[in-house]
């Protein structure tokens, strides 16, 4: 497939707002694709660089290089080339990059060489774009929607999926099983703004701690263990302590799901960010676990002895968690029957705060485990207004700040997969904060300015604030109240940070 086409369809997909238009614009795209260009056409698509960083700042893609006149680039050609700039590195790589930059936008016309830039800036970003080119899989296949989208979840690929679509036909869905080994996206909760609202909403109902910890899936099969985040990164060799514990428990072949969290010696919690440092940590593992040991926390189970538990209520898979973990290893929860039950559910919650958590995750206990979704049965209620944001760009500090970035640009999430900037804050940053902020910023950065940076909006950072309050300097018309940093979350992506409709949703009085 050319690359023309694709970024013909990607100029298309980003100008309409429409649902249906989307779905038949990608339709039509896998239709002319081969399966060979799937795992290069969907992250295209989506903005994404199967690579990842390339090691190419704006100084190099800002050099204009007269454009072609003809298409003749292919979108693997180009994945191609992307791939050997990847690989530069040593003395001269500076050189050596901006000549293959330069040999790839002389080979692309002024339409691709824009697609290119937005590209490689992160500037290329469609909205609800997965849901779309599942739909548009579906169209373009043959295939059942419902069926395709449980594939996904269970491959925890859209690539691979579509890919096996493509080559094979409707009948490739039935390879896609949940497979102990094989991680899974996982189930998703929504906000509610008070326990009494989550039980409301959901009736009959377990209540349980939210940790301030990692999420974790867990695989055992036999003395095979396999650990991994939400975003399926493979965590095992940083979790000895995990893969020893999986090891003790009774069943052979299992799947968990759940957090892993690290407690002082006082019983409580420590910060979420000594448990995420002491996760991201690669390097001499046994002395870091020594230093902040972990415990992991289950709060479901998605596969016992071979068994697929997903479509099973709340209830019985809660069953067979408990014959599986012990006590301790398994989060606390509270049964409550419904809204006239409330009390025990904000008692729940007052006791949780006072063990040093952050709130409860209610959930209907007649739910399946919807994997990779953010289902409606899960509703995660915090004691203060918190969002995971987008840094979009960041000021220079002044003071005792002078050469730190400081004041941070705050995004949400848009309709369109834009992001729609709700307001600044510099508060909430330690010294220690700030001059990593600085470097990481510094990374990312893909435009100077006297002022500050703008950069790939990338870094998701959780940020808490008291409510929101009409504006008109800001596009959703809305500003937040008295925001300031909690931390971030470099174990999220950009596609997982809340939307402007969360934000209306939690404060439908400030809704245009």
């Known amino acids: 497939m050319l690359l023309a086409r694709l970024a013909q369809v990607s100029r298309e997909v980003a100008a309409t707002s429409a649902r249906s238009r989307k779905t038949a614009l990608l339709a039509e795209l896998f239709r002319e694709a081969e399966a060979a260009d799937v795992p290069v056409v969907i992250p295209y698509l989506a903005g994404r660089l199967p690579q990842g960083r390339i090691g190419v700042g704006w100084k190099v893609l800002g050099r204009p290089v007269p454009p072609a006149a003809a298409p003749t680039l292919t979108v693997r050609e180009v994945d191609a080339r992307l791939t050997r700039l990847a690989a530069v590195s040593g003395p001269g790589s500076q050189a050596e990059r901006t000549r293959l930059v330069g040999e790839l936008m002389g080979a692309a016309t002024e339409d691709e060489q824009r697609f ?113 985040t939400r975003t399926l990164e493979d965590i095992t060799d940083r979790l000895p302590e995990v893969t020893a514990a999986a090891r003790e428990l009774p069943g052979e072949r299992f799947v968990l799901d759940g957090e892993v969290i690290s ?55 809660h069953a067979e968690l408990a014959r599986l973990v012990p006590g301790p290893m398994r989060v606390r929860r509270v049964l409550v029957a419904g809204p006239e039950d409330v009390r025990a559910a904000e008692d729940f919650l007052a006791e949780t705060l006072a063990r040093g958590h952050e709130g409860v995750v209610v959930k209907g206990t007649d739910a399946p485990y919807s994997a990779g979704r953010r289902g409606a049965s899960w509703l995660k209620v915090k004691p203060v207004h918190t969002l995971d944001l987008v840094v979009l760009a960041a000021e220079w500090g002044h003071g005792r700040r002078t050469g730190k970035l400081s004041n941070l640009h705050l995004g949400a999430r848009a309709a369109d997969g834009s992001f729609v900037m709700l307001g600044k804050t510099f508060k909430g940053m330690t010294d220690a904060l700030l001059t990593w902020q600085t470097a990481r910023l510094g990374e990312l950065a893909v435009e100077e300015h006297p002022w500050g940076v703008t950069v790939r909006p990338e870094l998701v950072v959780e940020i808490g604030y008291d409510g929101v309050q009409r504006s008109t300097r800001y596009p959703a018309g809305v500003t937040l109240r008295f925001a300031r940093v909690i931390r971030y979350r470099e174990d999220k992506r950009p596609e997982d940070a809340d939307t402007v409709e969360t934000l209306f949703a939690a404060h439908p009085e400030a809704a245009p």
């Open 116 to 228: 290119l830039l937005g590209l490689l800036t992160g500037e290329v970003r469609q909205g609800a774009l997965d849901a779309a080119a599942v739909e548009g899989l579906a169209s373009a296949t043959g295939a059942p929607a419902a069926d395709v989208r449980r594939a996904v979840m269970l491959a925890g690929s859209l690539q691979a999926v579509a890919e096996a679509l493509l080559a094979e036909g409707p009948d490739a869905l039935g390879r896609f099983r949940l497979t102990v080994g094989r991680p899974v996206l996982p189930m998703l909760a929504h906000t509610a703004s008070s326990v009494a609202e989550a039980v409301a909403r959901l009736g009959s109902c377990a209540v349980e701690e939210k940790l301030d910890g990692i999420r974790v899936q867990v695989h055992r099969d036999g003395a095979t263990v396999r650990c991994c």
């Open 263 to 317: 407690f002082g010696a006082d019983g409580r919690p420590r910060s979420f960010q000594e448990t995420a440092g002491r996760v991201g940590s690669r390097t001499d593992v046994a002395t870091a676990a020594r230093a902040v040991p972990v415990s992991p926390v289950f709060f479901d189970v998605l596969s016992v002895d071979g068994r697929d538990l997903l479509d099973l209520p709340l209830t019985e898979r």
